[in-house]
């Protein structure tokens, strides 16, 4: 396995995780190199998009506070909250739950579903140093 073929199916595992596959496949990677590529990138992406969703939601708060703020001043009535991206987002959080768009990321993206994550829940559960062996999950905001 060379080094070039193996960060590009990486990096193609945690931006579209459909498509690295297909990727490992043109660098003539085995079954089990593969495998092993798109758990490591794909897990990687979901974390540090999840991570990183926090700061995200919190820049795009202030940005509509800031935003709402200026129409207001300007004497213009404020916009909706409830927007068509908002409705479809908790559209999907009363079919699927939780578990289902933890389970879409192959789909969705791995991008998009930590954010949608993030943004339907308040408080989300990390796994503990022993409960990666053992399940057992704490809950932080």
Not at 100 to 121: D, E, N, T
């Amino acid at each position: 396995m060379n080094a070039v073929g193996a960060i590009s199916v990486l990096f193609m595992s945690v931006i579209k995780f459909m498509f690295a596959a297909p990727v490992s496949y043109g660098f003539n990677h085995s079954y089990l190199q593969t495998m092993v590529l798109l758990a490591i990138g794909g897990s990687g992406g979901t974390l540090i998009f999840f991570l990183l969703g926090k700061r995200v939601m919190e820049w795009f708060r202030l940005r509509y506070v800031r935003k709402k703020s200026e129409r207001l001043a300007r004497g213009l009535p404020a916009r909706s909250v409830f927007t068509r991206t908002n409705r479809w987002i908790i559209r999907m959080k009363r079919s699927y739950g939780m578990f289902g768009l933890a389970v879409m990321p192959p789909i969705l993206s791995i991008p998009i579903a930590p954010f949608l994550l993030r943004s339907i829940s308040s408080t989300m559960a990390y796994p503990t140093r022993s409960g990666i062996r053992g399940g057992g999950m704490v809950g932080r905001s």
